[in-house]
């Protein structure tokens, strides 16, 4: 449909590329043609629009066969305007200047004209064979409704040209369709059941082949089986032989190894035994000429040591006695001296007084005590450091 637009009293139409557009003005006529634009006064303008491009035109109707039969025809047929000028003169194309719709409806004039050209050949061709051919022969009844629609004058007097004519399906009613499909379905189903059944036997030739096959291939296991044991038990055999000269081989070199060994840790402890030997002898040697040493460097400081007290007086001797045996003693903290103590003293030192009566030599002791037992015996006093009296 063309668009039309209001500017105060005027109209803008704007075609389609699809359509064919006529404007009259007074009787006249102004412009015509596709794709059209123009301003027009709607007062005295007669628009007419026909579009020109390809229309599909679908067909359903019922026809007859030879033997009465009831048959449903599906076709298309696909036309187009091709003289838009003679359309219009002879179809009502015309639209309203003002909104620009349709006046009437001519396409469907046109459609109702292809649906009668074109039923009327395909109802005389069904209706002169039977059902089975008209059922399968749909390209003559194709042939005959192209042959009808381009040969028509109608057609080319609205100026309609027909693009092509197409026979989609023909189809008997659906008890009919069936009917005629049982056998088929039969024949079919023969078919799949002799399918089924050589499937059947060739399932069971494969099974059979397939148990041959295994029977063979479990005594070729057993026989090989067999072979895999014999050939165990002679590598078993030969594996203890390999193991008992490995023993062998093994047991010899550990004696000569131990031979050896033993030969050297002889000669090892031989010459060990007689290095000790050496050492000890070293050693007693030693030992000996250090104690020999010790000694005679021991006796010589003894006789330094009598020689210098020798030659000391018998008081200095006497402190020194004294100095030494008090050094020996424990620590006293308190001393009390009875009369029993000091008598019984005196008594044991008396005797060492060359002669001398005890009495006398008690009141030697009693004056003073200066010369002392330890004099009279000729002692020789030592140090206090008591180094030397452990030797």
Known sequence: MADVTRRLFLRHLRGAPTSWVR?????????????????????TAV??????????????????????????VQATVTYRVADPALASARLD??????????????LDQIATLLAELAQQPALDLLARVPLAEALTGIA????AVSAALRDEPRLADVGVAVVSARVVAIRPEPELERALQTPTREAVQ???????????????EQERAIAENELQN???????????????????????????????AA????????????AAAAERARVLAAAEAEKERILTAARAE???????????????????????????????????????????GQLTVTPDVLTDLLTRLAPTHGGGNPAGGAGTAAAGGRTGPAAGRGAVPRPRGGGDTGR
């Open 140 to 143: 003559p009844v194709r042939e």
């Open 93 to 106: 194309f015309s639209i309203d200047p003002r909104t620009g719709k349709s006046r009437s409806r001519p």
């Open 218 to 248: 479990k005594i070729e296991l057993a026989r090989r089986e067999q072979q895999l044991v014999e050939q165990h038990g002679a590598n078993s055999r030969r594996k203890v032989e390999l193991d008992a000269a490995a023993e062998l």
């Open 290 to 332: 250090g104690v020999r040493e010790v000694g005679l460097a021991e006796a010589e400081a003894e006789a330094a040591k009598l020689a210098g007290y020798a030659q000391l007086p018998a008081g200095v001797l006497q402190a020194l006695t004294l100095r030494e045996l008090a050094g020996q003693l424990p620590a006293i």
């Open 23 to 43: 404007h009259h003005d007074r009787g006249r006529v102004r412009r015509e043609g596709i794709g059209q634009s123009f301003w027009y006064r709607p007062l």
């Open 47 to 72: 628009l007419s629009e026909v579009p020109v491009d390809d229309r599909e035109l679908p067909l359903l109707f019922h026809a007859h066969t030879a033997d009465f039969a009831d048959v449903t």
């Open 190 to 204: 023969v078919q799949a059941d002799r399918a089924t059944y050589a499937r059947r036997a060739q399932a069971v």
């Open 251 to 262: 047991a010899q070199g550990k004696a000569e190894r131990e031979k050896v060994a033993n």
